[in-house]
């Protein structure tokens, strides 16, 4: 379960930092 949340929580800083580059 911890797995799962530590890969989602990844997941969304992934996206986060895409979502930067993509405003920039």
Do not use: A
């Amino acid at each position: 379960m911890k797995k799962i949340m530590f890969s989602k929580f990844c997941l969304n800083m992934s996206l986060e930092e895409l979502n930067v580059w993509d405003e920039d």
